[in-house]
């Protein structure tokens, strides 16, 4: 297993903005999951990305895997107040692995 | 489905007592997480089940830390004695087989004083 390690650290936007958020892991992986954590909540899956996708897109999530330079970026586009969140990448093998986080981009979106 | 469900919601407990926190995993996921969140540390795993066996403990930070899971639709995890810098949020997530997705629950914020 590894853990994705997220930048930038944090992150503050206007509503309405675009939000980028990165990602990179050191080994080859089978598909790459990004996550949400609202404060206090429990995390929430938002999206996967397999290993032979470029990209993928969910309502106003685009994310894109890059597996030559072992990254991912999830734009959130026409941000909300409601956006305002942690976000998580996990890079997984698949199968019986553990699941591990790293620190996240916190991300503020000013009303 | 009612999601992944933690219970209790709030605990706050003296230094010195057990605490016991508990999960129930979604019907049919044979996967289950135990984490930890704090400011300082993040989100770290302590421990997880694969068919109600625990596959890796080495997340769990002293023998004080004890995990169970009696049966596909139950687990706890304690902790005996308990000390302050136990405070934190604890998760349970339950996967599927094949890890594509985690469901977490709403996490149980623990206090000890």
């Known amino acids: 297993s590894q853990q994705g390690e997220e930048d930038p650290q944090a992150l503050s936007i206007q509503e309405g903005e675009n939000a980028t958020m990165n990602c990179s892991y050191k080994t080859s992986i089978n598909n790459l999951q990004w996550y949400r954590q609202n404060s206090g909540r429990g995390l929430v899956h938002l999206i996967l990305i397999r290993s032979n996708e470029r990209e993928k897109h969910s309502g106003r999530l685009r994310v894109t895997l890059d597996t030559s330079k072992k990254s991912s970026s999830l734009l959130i586009t026409a941000s909300r107040a409601a956006d305002t969140a942690s976000y998580f990448c996990v890079p997984t093998q698949g199968g019986s692995e553990k699941l591990v986080f790293g620190k996240g981009t916190k991300l503020t979106v000013n009303p | 489905d009612a999601g992944v469900i933690q219970s209790p919601r709030h605990e706050v407990t003296e230094m010195g007592q057990e605490v016991t926190l508990r999960c129930k995993p979604i019907s049919g996921h044979n996967s289950l997480f135990w984490y930890r969140q704090t400011m300082m540390r993040g989100l770290e795993l302590l421990i997880y089940?694969?068919?109600?066996?625990?596959?890796?403990d080495s997340g769990m930070p002293e023998d004080r830390f004890s995990a169970k899971m009696p049966n596909a639709s139950f687990s706890t995890l304690k902790i005996q004695p308990s000390e302050p810098r136990d405070s934190a949020v604890y998760f349970c997530?339950?996967?599927?087989?094949?890890?594509?997705?985690?469901?977490f629950g709403s996490g149980t914020q623990l206090s000890v004083l």
């Open positions: 997530a339950s996967s599927s087989p094949d890890r594509l997705k985690l469901f």
């Open positions: 089940f694969n068919n109600n066996v625990p596959i890796d």
